[in-house]
């Protein structure tokens, strides 16, 4: 069964960080006001604030498409478009959430990184004021991509001053943010409000937590009333302590900066092994958590008997491979030895 195999599926796939379960068995003890009027989520409201600036203001939700698509929703009408890379969480992994959340149509810009380029967003602006064609609102980029790939400071910057020169919003989804401020050496909010980011998805689950998701907007003009979108969304959790307890371990003692770093590190190594196989060509730069590989057919099935991991391209042989603030360098060590002998 795939619950017993050692998983480079996803970071989704590790348990919850001890630390984290400690924090919300601290939470658990009498009684606390719901649906966030608590101690635990006022601090973690103040932890937000300090990384991010007194400014901004922070929904705590339950999961990541849901804090997409809520936030998307707010911020559009019907007959927006949202633009994001045909790669993206929001093309292709959130079951058509934001189309029926937001009623707006995807248009989804083709990327060999996963990455926007701020060149390809001029032809868009065509439909600007033909009550035939949606209107083009928000871009809405991802960080880390779906591949693993990050964008620089330059690049966001780059995409924000497009968006602001011709008033569209920039959505930032980062499930895996922690993996690319690890990555980048700098703090959540240069690559996010600093850059020019109007909302950010926040995502904690993916870096060691067991729910812990947020919104949040940068612009107050934009966050005004979303408490009731968020129960609308059916994104409200009644005892929100939970979700707050997590995030306030995630920036205690940069616990959410030390797991991306290992997780991210456990990739490089794995890359790093991986450069003796010639049976192996990996198809992605290696900058997050994620590798990316193609390997022989038949090393897939032989592999998938002993590890879990998906196909990402299966006409190409392409898989995927992630790391987690769990993964060992010896279960690196193993899995690179099983991958040489199943392409032997």
């Not at 936030?71 to 949202?82: D, K, M």
């Not at 997590?246 to 797991?259: E, G, H, P």
Request: with cysteine.
């Amino acid at each position: 069964m795939k619950g017993q195999l050692k998983s480079f599926a996803s970071d989704n796939n590790a348990p919850v960080h001890e630390a984290i379960f400690h924090a919300m068995m601290n939470a658990n003890k009498g009684d606390a006001i719901g649906y966030g009027d608590d101690i635990y989520t006022l601090e973690a409201e103040r932890k937000f604030k300090e990384i991010f600036g007194n400014d901004c203001r922070v929904f705590f939700m339950l999961t990541g498409t849901g804090a997409n698509a809520a936030g998307l929703s707010h911020i559009t009408r019907p007959y927006h478009s949202i633009v994001c890379s045909d790669k993206s969480h929001l093309e292709n992994d959130e079951c058509g959430a934001p189309e029926k959340v937001t009623g707006c149509k995807l248009i989804s810009l083709p990327s060999d990184d996963g990455k926007i380029r701020v060149e390809q967003l001029g032809p868009l602006l065509h439909s600007v004021g033909f009550q035939h064609h949606s209107q083009p609102k928000v871009i809405s980029i991802t960080q880390p991509t779906e591949l693993g790939t990050v964008y620089q400071m330059d690049e966001i910057r780059k995409i924000s001053a497009f968006a602001r020169e011709n008033n569209l919003y920039l959505h930032m989804d980062g499930a895996r943010i922690a993996n690319a401020a690890a990555r980048l050496n700098t703090g959540l909010a240069d690559i996010s409000i600093h850059a020019g980011v109007d909302m950010l998805s926040f995502g904690g689950t993916k870096n060691g937590a067991m729910i812990a998701e947020a919104l949040v907007f940068f612009r107050s003009d934009l966050a005004g009333e979303f408490e009731y979108t968020r129960k609308q969304s059916m994104q409200l959790m009644s005892k929100m302590r939970y979700i707050s307890a997590q995030f306030n371990a995630l920036f205690s003692s940069d616990l959410w900066l030390k797991n991306a770093l290992h997780a991210n590190r456990m990739a490089g190594l794995l890359a790093e092994r991986l450069q003796g196989i010639s049976s192996v060509r990996i198809t992605q730069a290696v900058e997050t958590n994620a590798v990316f590989a193609v390997i022989p057919k038949n090393a897939i099935e032989k592999l998938q008997r002993k590890y879990f991991f998906y196909i990402w391209n299966a006409p190409r042989n392409e898989v995927r491979w992630m790391t987690a603030y769990n993964t060992t360098e010896k279960d690196i060590e193993e899995f690179v030895e099983a991958i040489r002998k199943a392409v032997e």
